[in-house]
């Protein structure tokens, strides 16, 4: 079993910057794929990054590329999601999700924190 907490959201301007972190417990985080997801108010949740076990593969939506990064610490068993050039588009609830197999931009992952929210205000 993986228990995923988030932790890092709050309220910005547009134009700023947050990093987003997720810590994972469980057994042997380094061979988990890890993905950020969010959820926009009335919308669907929405693949945003994602990346392999060993960090060697990163991939993102369009919608953010060349502003948020994605990255892991396997020493520290977590992911972050550094986000810059924040709109107010970009305001959702940020999900971390996990798998041992599943490297997808599909919502297939096994595990899922709860969550944490990021405002963006104009």
């Known amino acids: 079993q993986v228990q995923l907490v988030e932790s890092g959201g709050g309220l910005v301007q547009a134009g700023g910057s947050l990093r987003l972190s997720c810590a994972a417990s469980?057994?042997?985080?380094?061979?988990?794929?890890m993905a950020w997801f969010r959820q926009a108010p009335g919308a669907e949740r929405e693949f945003v990054a994602a990346i392999s076990w060993s960090g060697g593969r990163t991939y993102g939506a369009d919608s953010v590329k060349g502003r948020f990064t994605i990255s892991r610490d396997n020493a520290k068993n977590a992911v972050y999601l550094q986000m810059n050039s924040l709109k107010p588009d970009d305001t959702a609830i940020y999900y971390c999700a996990a798998d041992y197999a599943t490297w997808t931009r599909r919502n297939e992952y096994a595990y899922w924190g709860q969550g944490t929210q990021v405002t963006v205000s104009s």
């Open positions: 469980g057994r042997a985080f380094s061979t988990l794929n």
